[in-house]
């Protein structure tokens, strides 16, 4: 299979744990296209998409786009310009979707996690919101699935106690990218922090990007086997 996986820094995988390795580890067969970039808003992804048409069609593509939406406007310097509300928010999801779709048989809608890892925050009732309207594009589209981590990081949280910790300084996720690579050393500062699945209340540490890996492999076998039939 030819996979795309479209978004921002969470799925370019920097700072914190790239879950697309993990997927590679675990199809070592496919092909994946990681086509994250750091920063990424509806907005800006929308310029990127209508600029450089997508490298290949695609049997199935992942859109992971939408926390910058809400994150953006709680760091000390925005790189990219988030969309001014959820009306604006989805129409252009929507044009983003409509690109998408003209080079993929199959794309997967994904909702955006966690800003901060207290699920009941202003911040991830923002998510939540849009979440809704991802949720929404996806209803009765047949080339459409909807893939829903906001609710499943949520359910997650339920069951462990977390600090309310957000980097909302630039420099320091910078530095995060920069200093904090391997593996461990993101869990011990994810710790040190008292966060359970991020590393800095947005960017995923090992478990969190497990929980993703996972729930994009279930995805990636389910389609699988209906093109093999």
Known sequence: MNIALIGDSLTEGRPGIPFSRLLKEQFPGFRFDNLGKG????????????????????????LWIGVNDVYTKMLNAQAQIPAKDEKEFEEVYKKCVEIILASSKQVVLVTP???????????????????????????????????????????HLAHTTSSDYISVKVTRIMADALFYRKPSRIEELSKKRG???????????????QIAASEYAQLIETENKKTAL
């Open 39 to 62: 920063g990424d808003t509806v907005l800006s992804l929308y310029a990127r998409l209508s600029k450089k048409k997508l490298p290949s069609p695609y049997d199935l593509t992942f």
């Open 195 to 209: 966060l359970h699945l991020t590393l800095d209340g947005v960017h995923l540490n090992s478990l969190g990007a």
């Open 113 to 155: 996690a966690l800003i901060g890892e207290h699920a009941d925050n202003q911040a991830n009732k923002q998510l939540r919101a849009l979440s809704s309207i991802i949720l929404s594009t996806a209803e009765n589209h047949p080339k459409l699935l909807c893939l829903d981590l906001h609710t499943i990081f949520k359910n």
